[in-house]
Protein backbone atom coordinates (compact mmCIF):
# COMPACT_ATOMS: atom_id res chain seq x y z
CA UNK A 1 0.00 0.00 0.00
CA UNK A 2 1.70 3.55 -1.28
CA UNK A 3 0.36 6.77 -0.34
CA UNK A 4 0.83 9.48 -2.79
CA UNK A 5 1.60 13.15 -1.28
CA UNK A 6 -0.18 15.84 -2.83
CA UNK A 7 2.55 18.73 -3.01
CA UNK A 8 2.24 21.91 -0.85
CA UNK A 9 0.94 24.75 -2.80
CA UNK A 10 3.39 27.22 -2.48
CA UNK A 11 3.13 30.99 -2.58
CA UNK A 12 5.28 33.48 -3.75
CA UNK A 13 4.95 36.93 -2.51
CA UNK A 14 4.01 39.84 -5.30
CA UNK A 15 7.13 42.16 -6.49
CA UNK A 16 6.71 45.43 -4.92
CA UNK A 17 6.05 47.90 -6.67
CA UNK A 18 7.42 51.54 -6.08
CA UNK A 19 4.37 53.28 -7.78
CA UNK A 20 1.91 53.06 -4.83
CA UNK A 21 -1.14 55.63 -6.66
CA UNK A 22 -1.92 52.52 -8.70
CA UNK A 23 -0.93 54.26 -12.04
CA UNK A 24 1.48 53.02 -14.77
CA UNK A 25 4.51 54.21 -15.53
CA UNK A 26 6.81 53.78 -18.38
CA UNK A 27 10.10 54.49 -15.64
CA UNK A 28 10.91 50.97 -15.14
CA UNK A 29 10.75 50.81 -19.06
CA UNK A 30 12.58 53.94 -19.84
CA UNK A 31 15.72 52.61 -17.70
CA UNK A 32 15.71 49.24 -18.99
CA UNK A 33 16.08 50.53 -22.62
CA UNK A 34 18.75 53.46 -21.22
CA UNK A 35 20.65 50.76 -19.57
CA UNK A 36 20.84 48.59 -22.99
CA UNK A 37 22.03 51.75 -25.22
CA UNK A 38 24.30 53.30 -22.48
CA UNK A 39 25.93 50.18 -22.19
CA UNK A 40 26.50 49.65 -26.10
CA UNK A 41 27.78 53.83 -26.44
CA UNK A 42 30.25 52.88 -23.10
CA UNK A 43 31.99 50.30 -24.57
CA UNK A 44 32.85 52.32 -27.43
CA UNK A 45 33.95 55.28 -25.51
CA UNK A 46 35.69 53.12 -22.87
CA UNK A 47 37.44 51.16 -25.27
CA UNK A 48 38.41 54.02 -27.65
CA UNK A 49 39.80 55.98 -24.66
CA UNK A 50 41.66 52.81 -23.37
CA UNK A 51 42.91 52.26 -27.06
CA UNK A 52 44.34 56.00 -26.99
CA UNK A 53 45.56 56.33 -23.71
CA UNK A 54 47.34 53.29 -23.47
CA UNK A 55 48.39 51.92 -26.69
CA UNK A 56 48.64 54.93 -29.02
CA UNK A 57 51.84 56.82 -29.43
CA UNK A 58 53.96 54.97 -26.48
CA UNK A 59 51.35 54.04 -23.86
CA UNK A 60 50.76 55.07 -20.53
CA UNK A 61 54.40 56.70 -19.63
CA UNK A 62 53.19 59.99 -21.68
CA UNK A 63 50.46 60.64 -19.52
CA UNK A 64 50.87 63.43 -17.45
CA UNK A 65 50.05 66.84 -16.40
CA UNK A 66 51.19 68.63 -19.96
CA UNK A 67 49.03 65.28 -21.56
CA UNK A 68 46.14 66.02 -20.01
CA UNK A 69 46.01 70.10 -20.52
CA UNK A 70 46.76 69.20 -24.64
CA UNK A 71 43.62 66.49 -24.37
CA UNK A 72 41.20 69.38 -22.52
CA UNK A 73 42.10 72.18 -24.59
CA UNK A 74 39.99 70.41 -27.42
CA UNK A 75 36.19 70.58 -27.39
CA UNK A 76 36.17 67.09 -28.83
CA UNK A 77 37.84 65.30 -25.87
CA UNK A 78 36.13 67.14 -23.31
CA UNK A 79 33.05 66.11 -24.93
CA UNK A 80 34.21 62.66 -25.07
CA UNK A 81 35.55 62.44 -21.38
CA UNK A 82 32.02 64.34 -20.10
CA UNK A 83 29.93 61.42 -21.96
CA UNK A 84 32.27 58.92 -20.65
CA UNK A 85 31.60 60.41 -17.27
CA UNK A 86 28.17 61.33 -17.02
CA UNK A 87 27.25 57.91 -18.85
CA UNK A 88 29.00 55.50 -16.66
CA UNK A 89 27.87 57.41 -13.31
CA UNK A 90 24.63 57.58 -14.34
CA UNK A 91 24.49 54.08 -15.44
CA UNK A 92 26.31 52.92 -12.43
CA UNK A 93 23.67 54.44 -10.36
CA UNK A 94 20.64 52.68 -12.47
CA UNK A 95 22.30 49.77 -11.28
CA UNK A 96 22.56 50.43 -7.93
CA UNK A 97 19.07 51.53 -7.43
CA UNK A 98 18.06 48.32 -8.83
CA UNK A 99 19.93 46.53 -6.40
CA UNK A 100 18.68 48.87 -3.82
CA UNK A 101 15.07 48.00 -4.97
CA UNK A 102 15.82 44.27 -4.92
CA UNK A 103 17.31 43.72 -1.49
CA UNK A 104 16.07 46.80 0.82
CA UNK A 105 13.29 45.25 2.63
CA UNK A 106 11.91 48.43 4.29
CA UNK A 107 10.35 51.18 2.81
CA UNK A 108 12.91 53.78 5.07
CA UNK A 109 15.97 51.86 4.31
CA UNK A 110 15.34 51.68 0.13
CA UNK A 111 14.62 55.37 0.77
CA UNK A 112 17.86 56.59 2.55
CA UNK A 113 19.99 54.08 0.61
CA UNK A 114 18.82 56.00 -2.61
CA UNK A 115 19.18 59.34 -1.65
CA UNK A 116 22.70 58.50 -0.53
CA UNK A 117 23.09 56.78 -3.71
CA UNK A 118 22.15 59.91 -5.69
CA UNK A 119 23.76 62.35 -3.65
CA UNK A 120 27.21 60.69 -3.88
CA UNK A 121 26.04 60.34 -7.93
CA UNK A 122 25.19 63.58 -8.11
CA UNK A 123 27.97 65.06 -6.08
CA UNK A 124 30.75 63.28 -9.01
CA UNK A 125 28.65 64.21 -11.69
CA UNK A 126 28.69 67.97 -10.77
CA UNK A 127 32.57 67.66 -9.45
CA UNK A 128 34.18 65.77 -12.88
CA UNK A 129 32.22 68.12 -15.62
CA UNK A 130 33.79 71.04 -13.59
CA UNK A 131 37.08 69.51 -13.55
CA UNK A 132 37.02 69.24 -17.41
CA UNK A 133 35.27 72.39 -17.99
CA UNK A 134 37.63 74.83 -15.62
CA UNK A 135 40.59 72.63 -15.99
CA UNK A 136 43.88 75.32 -15.83
CA UNK A 137 47.23 74.23 -17.74
CA UNK A 138 48.44 77.29 -16.44
CA UNK A 139 48.69 76.15 -13.18
CA UNK A 140 51.79 73.93 -13.01
Do not use: C
Amino acid sequence: MSTTSQPESISIAAPRSSNRTGQRSNFELYSWLFMRISGIVLIFLVLGHLFIMNILDGGVQRINFAFVAGRWSSPFWQVWDLLMLWLAMIHGTNGMRTIINDYAERDQTRFWLKMLLFTAAGFTIILGTLVIFTFDPNIG
